[in-house]
């Protein structure tokens, strides 16, 4: 079965720091980009960073740029963002999301169930 | 940045009612816009993409257009198990996704 499960999620204080990971099972891991994208209270989605295969490349929302940190290792299937200076509107459900070519771009087709990160005193 | 316009906010339908929901992008985005389903703590999932292509599995009362830089998605004979949270999402440029449309039971 192919599957995302993320994990790290948890009550952090303002500035503080937390890594988030992705474990893939049931599918070749390493041939594809890899994604967060996260969901506020209430709110709507928001990409928030991808990396290809090989780590080739690797981007981020500018609301994110310079604090956080998308990383990946193949052999564990394991897709890693480690999140710093964090704030308020960091807090979120982050998803894990598996990119797929359709056409000539990716779209996300399979997600994880998402975990909870909140930034609060 | 694209920015993708989604309408309505929310949507009141009977179950058997002819849904529509509209996005529009702020540039052109060719066809690369996916449709995706959300329901109350659970992640989203992939109905459309490159516009107007059913993803495997998903039932055919659903399907998607376009026109230009609207694009729109498309419930023929709404079921309970359709009332959910919908957003559109460009894979043009990165990933912008609309703000969601909320479609309620009536």
């Known amino acids: 079965e192919v599957q995302l499960v993320e994990s790290g999620g948890g009550l952090v204080q303002p500035g503080g720091s937390l890594r988030l990971s992705c474990a893939a099972s049931?599918?070749?891991?390493?041939?594809?980009?890899m994604n967060w994208v996260r969901q506020a209270p209430g709110k709507g989605l928001e990409w928030v960073s991808s990396?290809?295969?090989?780590?080739?490349?690797?981007d981020y929302a500018d609301s994110v740029k310079g604090r956080f940190s998308i990383s990946r290792d193949d052999p564990k299937k394991s897709l890693s963002l480690q999140m710093n200076s964090l704030r308020a509107e960091d807090t979120a459900v982050y998803y894990c999301?598996?990119?797929?070519?359709?056409?000539?771009?990716?779209?996300?087709?399979?997600w994880g169930q998402g975990t909870v990160v909140t930034v609060s005193s | 940045d694209i920015q993708m316009t989604q309408s309505p906010s929310t949507l009141s339908a009977f179950v058997g009612d002819r849904v529509t929901i509209t996005c529009r992008a702020s540039?052109?985005?060719?066809?690369?816009l996916a449709w995706y389903q959300q329901k109350p703590g659970k992640a989203p999932r992939l109905l459309i993409y490159?516009?107007?292509t059913l993803q495997s599995g998903v039932p055919s009362r659903f399907s998607g257009s376009r026109s230009g830089t609207e694009f729109t998605l498309t419930i023929t004979s709404l079921q309970a198990d359709d009332f959910a949270t919908y957003y559109c999402?460009?894979?043009?440029?990165?990933?912008?996704f609309g703000q969601g449309t909320k479609v309620e039971i009536k």
């Open positions: 540039q052109s985005i060719s066809n690369w």
């Open positions: 999402q460009q894979y043009y440029s990165y990933w912008t």
């Open positions: 490159t516009a107007s």
């Open positions: 990396i290809t295969s090989s780590s080739t490349y690797i």
């Open positions: 999301a598996r990119g797929r070519w359709y056409d000539s771009s990716e779209a996300f087709d399979i």
């Open positions: 049931g599918f070749d891991f390493s041939s594809h980009r």
